[in-house]
């Protein structure tokens, strides 16, 4: 056979020579399409449909140009895996619709999926994250409980309003340059909490926290009624080198320094400063004959009390730990006294200066015997000044006089 051949009785046209492949409407208002023998499509109308293992292929630099609406695409595959875009630079699709459910699926093995929840928003999988800009920038969940939003330089929130629900864990140097509560910041380097404006300025010494109002102003420190408020100063070589702290269970207020208690206060305002430099000393035995014409230390070589450890029972000397005023007092026991003698200083002598406390003679007994002469000075020191007591005896009477045990010496900072 040549040619086209028309086969009425099964109403077809046969295109080749075999008859394999040809037309054929034997259905009303449907055309057929056989090729080898095999039906390929079925055109209706209104509708072409392309039958199962069919291949419907368009050659490159084809177009398909679709202005109405494409449905029932079971899937779209394209010629190997990264083989196909979806639109163009220039031929962009518009809306993608997807159902409840729907998953976006990237990668070659797909591990990264985007999963629609439904009425509830979208799904990250995994410990997989969001970035921006570079893999430093990004959000991710890297478990069941933690959420991260990992930014190179800083994260920026701008809202009228930032509700914080939870505890805050700050680990980096926090910087609060702009930071106002109350109103807006306009002194200190820090954090500004402002309810009015006082009208004053910031010391650049204390302008990291600024508390400031136009009328009175405070801050307060809550805690449990057994327990204690305080305010803590630390260093490189601490974390509570100082504090400042009052004692709910006892009422009493209280300031440590390295670790030791320096200043307290109770309820009824009486003032304890267990570690202001005082001492008290005797001695342990008498001092017998004490030399006319010269000037003697009195030994006090036992101590009775000595805050701060600066008296020694070696030299019998003070020696001031700060620069200050200090008051030092003592009474000095005498046995065998010569009513002889001329004169006897007794003197508080100090690296600074010599102060005479008190001048006795001779005289001042009726009779050989026990004689008695209390002194009390106030002295300016500068640290490191020492202190002693002396008796300075006159060429007169006899070496006969003895120094008792129960003389004492005492002193204490005074300011």
């Excluded at 409407?25 to 079925?42: E, Q």
């Excluded at 330089?153 to 509560?181: F, R, W």
């Excluded at 002469?373 to 500068?382: F, G, H, N, R, T």
Aim: with cysteine; proline share 2%.
């Amino acid at each position: 056979m040549a040619g086209i051949e028309l086969d009425g009785a099964n109403q077809k046209v046969v295109l080749d020579s075999d008859g394999d492949t040809y037309l054929e409407a034997a259905t009303d208002d449907t055309i057929k399409v056989y090729v080898a023998g095999a039906h390929d499509a079925t055109i209706s109308a209104n509708a072409i449909n392309v039958l199962s293992g069919t291949t419907l292929t368009i050659d490159s630099g084809a177009t398909i140009t679709n202005s109405g609406t494409a449905n029932g695409f079971g899937s779209n595959e394209p010629s190997s895996a990264d083989g196909q875009a979806l639109g163009s630079a220039s031929a962009e699709w518009s809306d993608l619709f997807l159902a409840d459910g729907g998953i976006i699926k990237f990668g070659n093995d797909q591990e990264v999926l985007l999963t629609h929840v439904a009425d509830t928003g979208l799904l990250l999988n995994g410990t997989n994250v969001i970035q921006f800009n570079d893999a430093s920038q990004n959000i991710g969940a890297p478990s069941a409980t933690v959420l991260d939003i990992n930014a190179t330089d800083e994260i920026e929130l701008n809202a009228t309003l930032v509700d914080l629900n939870g505890n805050l864990d700050v680990s980096g140097t926090t910087l609060l340059p702009t930071l106002g509560v109350g109103a807006a910041k306009d002194l200190g380097v820090g954090l500004h909490i402002k309810s009015g404006d006082s009208g004053a300025s910031v010391n650049s010494g204390g302008d990291e926290l600024v508390i400031e109002g136009s009328g009175t102003t405070g801050m307060s420190i809550l805690s449990a009624t057994n327990a204690t408020g305080g305010i803590f100063f630390g260093d490189s070589g601490g974390n509570a080198r100082s504090i400042v702290k009052y004692d709910h269970s006892t009422d009493l207020f209280k300031i440590d320094t390295a670790a030791a208690t320096a200043f307290t206060m109770n309820q009824d305002g009486i003032i304890n400063k267990p570690l202001q430099p005082a001492f008290l000393a005797t001695k342990s035995g008498h001092q017998a004959d004490v030399p006319i014409n010269a000037t003697t230390t009195v030994v006090f070589d036992s101590e009775v009390f000595d805050n701060n450890a600066d008296f020694n029972t070696s030299n019998y000397t003070f020696t001031a730990p700060v620069t200050g005023r200090y008051q030092f007092n003592a009474l000095i026991n005498w046995n065998s006294w010569d009513t002889n003698f001329g004169y006897v200083w007794h003197r508080i002598t100090a690296s600074n200066r010599v102060i005479f406390a008190n001048l006795a003679g001779g005289q001042m007994v009726a009779s050989d015997g026990y004689f008695f002469a209390p002194s009390s000075v106030l002295v300016d020191m500068d640290a490191n000044d020492t202190c002693k007591y002396e008796v300075q005896f006159s060429n007169d009477g006899a070496a006969q006089a003895d120094l008792q045990s129960s003389s004492w010496f005492s002193g204490y900072l005074v300011c």
